[in-house]
Nanobody, 112 residues
Framework: QVQLVESGGGLVQPGGSLRLSCAAS????????VGWYRQAPGKQRELVAT???????NYGESVKGRFTISRDNAKNTVYLQMNSLKPEDTAVYYC??????WGQGTQVTVSS
């Protein structure tokens, strides 16, 4: 069993930055691929970024070059550094382990 708790969301102006964190319970978490998905109102949930246990990363097309995912296995935590934020990045961001375990989500709003 893995429990995921996201933090770091909030309101930011266009062009700003935020850093999301996802803390996981259970040491077995480190063998999973972990990542972030997001869902905006009226839209389907979409991939933001994932990172495997070996450190390989994958990003959604709309965030490439702006977002960076990383993980700290010693702290059972995965991070999402979001730079150059745009209004279209506004969504609830969900942390996932193997797309099987999901966190409750954290709201990110990009607005002036």
């Amino acid at each position: 069993q893995v429990q995921l708790v996201e933090s770091g969301g909030g309101l930011v102006q266009p062009g700003g930055s935020l850093r999301l964190s996802c803390a996981a319970s259970g040491s077995i978490w480190r063998v999973y691929a972990v990542g972030w998905y997001r869902q905006a109102p009226g839209k389907q949930r979409e991939l933001v970024a994932t990172i495997t246990s070996g450190g390989s990363t994958n990003y959604g097309e709309s965030v490439k070059g702006r977002f960076t995912i990383s993980r700290d296995n010693a702290k059972n935590t995965v991070y999402l550094q979001m730079n150059s934020l745009k209004p279209e990045d506004t969504a609830v961001y969900y942390c996932t382990a193997d797309t099987y375990y999901w966190g409750q989500g954290t709201q990110v709003t990009v607005s002036s």
